[in-house]
């Protein structure tokens, strides 16, 4: 007897044998799931992408915010690291020598910060200054003086602190 083959001869002993016929669906199939798999891929990528901008965005607010507050409590630092210092500024003002000439308005005030010098008031806006061991830069402008009437009340100093943060962005505050 031949060996029967299947494949061919899809009756046998009396039972027909149905062969299905392959028509590439699993292939189609297949398909629809790497294009769908892809998509959700780059779906997935985009929203990271927007994220890591967002994150940037914060920080930069951040750091440009910290520095500005830096500048407030970098220049009170100096103050009271040097107080004849302080005094021999509030004095130059009272007797307004810092202006050279009096001018109306009058011209604004910065404190110009050195890395091993007192600190000084100046009339040109001094170059932004590297606070030590931080990456800020800062400039300090002197806003006003309030004297008090009363001899028992001390003056109240109103600084405007400019930082730069990380990206360059500026931030100004009054303290």
């Not at 951040?62 to 302080?86: I, M």
């Not at 604004?108 to 001094?126: D, I, R, S, W």
């Amino acid at each position: 007897m031949e060996p029967i083959d299947r494949a061919t001869n899809p009756e046998v002993d009396g039972i027909r044998r149905v062969v299905p016929r392959q028509r590439g669906l699993a292939m189609f199939g297949i398909l629809i799931l790497v294009v769908t798999f892809t998509l959700l891929g780059v779906g997935a990528l985009s929203l990271a992408n927007r994220e890591n901008r967002n994150t940037g965005s914060i920080l930069d607010i951040k750091s440009r915010q910290s520095a500005a507050y830096a500048g407030l409590v970098f220049a009170l630092g100096e103050f009271q690291r040097d107080p004849a210092n302080f005094v021999a500024l509030l004095e130059s003002w009272r007797k307004k020598t810092v202006y050279g000439t009096l001018t109306n308005p009058l011209p604004k005030l910065y404190l110009e910060f050195h890395a091993t010098n007192a600190v000084k008031l100046t009339k040109t806006q001094p170059a932004a200054f590297t606070i030590p061991g931080t990456p800020y830069k800062i400039v300090v402008e002197l806003a006003g003086i309030q004297v008090p009437t009363s001899g028992t009340q001390d003056p109240i100093l109103v600084l405007r602190s400019t930082g730069t943060g990380r990206s360059g962005d500026q931030q100004t505050i009054v303290g």
